[in-house]
């Protein structure tokens, strides 16, 4: 099926730890993005991308990496992973139509 | 900067009650405006979007009606459903960028 797809759904990490979040979308989206969850604060996008080979920041991109090799990938790390990290992280693309969401990983970090 | 502020929860309802969720936003220029719901342990799904003034988005039962003179995008839905139990979020899109600015979600949750 056509869509975004995420992975893992869910994730315990210890605090200093580093993890990849994968992100892959098949609908040939040049626009990609990530998006935290947090109780209270609605989504907060982390980081985006135009195209493959172009990043850049969102509101909250401390401590979150991201690159873009790929059109349908759009991978985004933890560098060292800190307990106000623990989040529900969303991944999306986007073309004129709107937005498509993938399900969601959910991070705990202890 | 671009905000959206929508009405805080939870809001409980009994079925066939009204629903309204208040949403209103700032923006630098003419944004379109849009209600995504989630489902208990899914992912975001558009419900609804409208793009210009006095356009009226409707899907499932639901509307909004995009207001430019009180910058607003108020949810509306007659008569619930349990199934209709989920978080809105209420999101604006600026027609110059691409980014989807969202406000904090108001849970609902429908009662038999």
């Known amino acids: 099926n056509a869509g975004v797809t995420q992975t893992p759904k869910f994730q315990v990490l210890k605090t200093g730890q580093s993890m990849t979040l994968q992100c892959a979308q098949d609908?040939?989206?040049?626009?990609m993005s990530w998006y935290r969850q947090d109780p209270g604060m609605g989504l907060r996008l982390i980081h985006y991308?135009?195209?493959?080979?172009?990043?850049d920041q969102g509101e909250v991109p401390n401590g979150y990496n991201v690159s873009r090799s790929t059109t349908e990938d759009f991978p985004l790390r933890l560098l060292s992973a800190a307990p106000s990290q623990t989040s529900v992280y969303f991944c999306?693309?986007?073309?004129?139509?709107?937005?498509?969401f993938g399900s969601g990983t959910r991070l705990t970090v202890v | 900067g671009d905000s959206v502020t929508q009405m805080e929860g939870p809001v409980t309802l009994s079925e066939e009650a009204f629903l309204t969720i208040n949403c209103t936003y700032t923006?630098?220029?003419?944004?379109?405006l849009f209600w995504y719901v989630q489902y208990p342990g899914e992912g975001l799904q558009l419900l609804l979007k409208?793009?210009?003034?006095?356009d009226k988005g409707s899907n499932k039962g639901f509307e909004a009606t995009y207001r430019k003179e009180t910058t607003s995008f108020h949810l509306e839905k007659g008569s619930v459903q349990v199934s209709d139990s989920a978080v809105y979020f209420c999101?604006?899109?600026?027609?110059?960028?691409?980014?989807?600015?969202f406000g904090a979600g108001t849970t609902v949750t429908v009662r038999a």
């Open positions: 923006a630098t220029g003419y944004p379109s």
């Open positions: 409208a793009t210009k003034a006095d």
């Open positions: 999306a693309s986007f073309e004129g139509y709107g937005y498509t």
């Open positions: 999101a604006l899109r600026e027609r110059s960028d691409y980014k989807l600015s």
């Open positions: 991308s135009v195209g493959a080979g172009i990043t």
């Open positions: 609908m040939n989206h040049e626009y």
